[in-house]
Antibody, heavy 122, light 108 residues
Framework: QVQLVESGGGLVKPGGSLRLSCTAS????????MNWVRQAPGKGLEWVSY????????YYADSVKGRFTISRDNAKNSLYLQLNSLRVEDTAVYYC???????????????WGQGTLVTVSS | DIQMTQSPSSLSASVGDRVTITCRAS??????LNWYQQKPGKAPKLLIY???NLQSGVPSRFSGGGSGTDFTLTISSLQPEDFATYYC??????????FGQGTKVEIK
């Protein structure tokens, strides 16, 4: 069965950095576009970043552009998000999500991980 | 960026009620509209993609419609397990995939 498992969250001071990981199993990881989506405590969903199957095409939300970097390692079935220059407002649960359909993204995100909490506080 | 506005923000309904949630886009998004359900402490779940297509395993009491800027999610007969928060999402603008602010469906 398809599984996405995030890790790497934690407490960090403003201006600090973290690297989130998402390990995929149960499907051919290299066949799918992948995304990060976050949710601040008690708030709605915010799409953060997207990466194509090969990693050649990447998009970011304006709120994180220049501070966050998405990457993937298809040999390790893993997706990453490097978070730099963190701000209090980056505090959220970060989810990795698989784009649907296979080889595309027009139909949304069909599988999500359980999320990893990032808390930015002094 | 394309803004997505859901209404209402919350609603109270009883088991068996017919419930409709509306999502409006700030510009036309054709049929690039998806719906998700999220329960407390859980990841979102894709319910409907491309406006009206039911994701595999989703009960047929859920349906979606609309086009252009106005879309709806309808639950024909609300069940206890349907009490949750629902989000719409546009996939039209490939540089920024925005979600609506959410609609919380509560028990009356």
């Amino acid at each position: 069965q398809v599984q996405l498992v995030e890790s790497g969250g934690g407490l960090v001071k403003p201006g600090g950095s973290l690297r989130l990981s998402c390990t995929a199993s149960g499907f051919t990881f290299s066949d799918y576009f992948m995304n990060w989506v976050r949710q601040a405590p008690g708030k709605g969903l915010e799409w953060v970043s997207y990466i194509s199957r090969s990693g050649n095409t990447i998009y970011y939300a304006d709120s994180v552009k220049g501070r966050f970097t998405i990457s993937r390692d298809n040999a390790k079935n893993s997706l990453y998000l490097q978070l730099n220059s963190l701000r209090v407002e980056d505090t959220a649960v970060y989810y990795c999500a698989r784009a649907f359909p296979k080889g595309g993204y027009d139909y949304g995100f069909d599988y999500w991980g359980q999320g990893t909490l990032v808390t930015v506080s002094s | 960026d394309i803004q997505m506005t859901q209404s209402p923000s919350s609603l109270s309904a009883s088991v068996g009620d017919r419930v409709t949630i509306t999502c409006r886009a700030s510009q036309s998004i054709s049929s690039y509209l998806n719906w998700y359900q999220q329960k407390p402490g859980k990841a979102p779940k894709l319910l409907i993609y491309a406006t009206s297509n039911l994701q595999s395993g989703v009960p047929s009491r859920f349906s979606g419609g609309g086009s252009g800027t106005d879309f709806t999610l309808t639950i024909s007969s609300l069940q206890p397990e349907d009490f949750a928060t629902y989000y719409c999402q546009q996939i039209y603008n490939t540089l920024s995939w925005t979600f609506g602010q959410g609609t919380k469906v509560e028990i009356k």
